[in-house]
């Protein structure tokens, strides 16, 4: 890997990872096409794809988050097709819950072979990472729903400066909450990083609601 700046490997690898969770959406340059895509990380930390035929039929991709214009990170990737039936309905269903119907009608598993970030190449093994609250995810994501709906719609004003419109928390790990506002997915970090699942329910909601 080659260095960037001041930043350690630790300090680059996790802003990698940290701007791959605050985005939803990529330019998907296969080929000698650019296409919009939208994407989201599923639990082992490959990021799970909506494709075409074209883009699996691709040589060459690369992924420009959020777009080729202004790229935050460049990714040279690698698209695993998968059928959504039996266990891997759970990758096709978790897209759908960021993004709703989907518009192409073939999906993909992603693995990052390597990213440009900050001016460093770094290897795509090392960018990807497992999330530590997988199994605890969804319970989390129903209890701030259902009873706590009011207060993370406060947390979102005060902390990220918006209006939410009809928000609803869709994934949690160990670095924020992704928040599915009405238009868009909406990241909130989380101060420090909490992968702990024991513990996790415990300090999101100290988090979001400011009571122990």
Known sequence: MH???DLNEA???QGARDTLRMWTQSDL???DLVSPVKYVTAPCGRLILNVSVEMLDAVDCAMHIPDEHSPAIELSVTLDEFEAIGGAESNSDRWKIYHGAPEAARWALVDIDMAR?????LDGDAIRLANPLAA???RICGLLNREHAEDVRSRISTTLQMEPEDPRVVGVDAR??????????VRMPFP????????AQEKILLL???KS
């Open 3 to 5: 260095d960037a700046g």
């Open 11 to 13: 300090d680059l690898l």
């Open 29 to 31: 340059r296969h080929d």
């Open 117 to 121: 970030y900050r001016g460093a190449i």
């Open 136 to 138: 605890v995810e969804p």
């Open 176 to 185: 924020g909450l992704d928040i599915r506002n009405r238009f868009d997915i």
């Open 192 to 199: 420090t990083t909490i992968d702990n699942p024991a513990e």
């Open 208 to 210: 979001i609601t400011g």
